[in-house]
């Protein structure tokens, strides 16, 4: 597991905290998931707690909308980005990992993981033990959700993509150009992932740097199997952040319950 936990460290270091927001804003500013799980956490009524909360893009606004929170994510770079957001004091953050976390007798009514955090879980063995932990910090009627992609079949099989420029957005006056690169390990259901910020300044690249990722890409009836194994007696699955039916594209999204 430490290997892992160094793996996840690095993966979301200084590099990632530092164009993060930008990217994202855009990336994934039309996907709905904040207010989708923003939705959830005012039916929930709080405490809320987010696995994975990196620099607070989904937790963030359900803090600021007086719901009690606390934010965990193992990246401390991740964390001070979030803490230079100024959050409201509703919102306390925790450095531990997410399949490894202990906070003692609290209780959560939703626990929740946004953005395919699930995904930076490579084995069953911390599939499991995250859902471990989630169990044991729900409160009685709580609910646990998460995200996914949905992996297509055709680009999945491909062992290989080439880099290729997949973002761009400003920052600080720049514009950054954001290149990734897929290898992939079919055994394992695992993809590598090299991405590397290109920043440009009047015309001319002044700055190249790279990070690498593991991600795990899941399938819809392994998803439903550990969380039967890990004690989940029911669940909803979603395709889109509207709660529409899921249709084998896009995303899937689990609200799923202990009892």
């Not at 290898?183 to 700055?207: A, S």
Request: some cysteine.
């Amino acid at each position: 597991m430490r290997r892992e936990l160094e793996r996840m460290s690095e993966e979301y270091g200084e590099v990632t905290a530092r164009y993060y927001d930008a990217a994202y804003a855009g990336l994934r500013g039309g996907s709905g998931d904040a207010d989708f799980y923003l939705e959830l956490a005012r039916e929930s009524g709080g405490p809320v707690l987010e696995l994975g909360c990196g620099t607070g893009r989904v937790l963030l606004p359900i803090a600021r909308a007086g719901i009690p929170c606390t934010g965990l994510d193992l990246s401390e770079p991740m964390l001070e980005a979030l803490r230079e957001r100024e959050p409201p004091a509703s919102l306390r953050l925790v450095r531990a990992p997410m399949q490894d976390f202990d906070l003692g007798a609290e209780r959560f009514r939703l626990i929740f993981s946004a953005f395919r955090v699930f995904q930076h879980l490579y084995t069953v063995q911390d599939q499991l033990s995250l859902l471990a932990c989630v169990r044991r910090h729900l409160a009685p009627g709580g609910r646990f959700a998460f995200d996914v992609f949905a992996p297509g079949l055709a680009r999945t099989a491909l062992a290989e993509e080439p880099e290729r420029e997949d973002a761009r957005f400003e920052l600080d006056g720049d514009l950054v150009v954001r290149h990734t690169g897929v290898t992939r390990e079919h055994e394992k259901q695992l993809m590598h992932l090299q991405m590397r910020y290109e920043r440009w300044r009047g015309g001319e690249v002044v700055d190249n740097q790279s990070v690498a990722f593991l991600m795990r890409y899941f399938f819809r009836f392994e998803l439903e199997h550990l969380l039967a194994r890990a004690g989940f007696e029911s669940f909803e699955l979603y395709g889109d952040f509207e709660r529409g039916p899921y249709d084998g594209t896009g995303d899937m999204i689990f609200v799923a319950s202990a009892g």
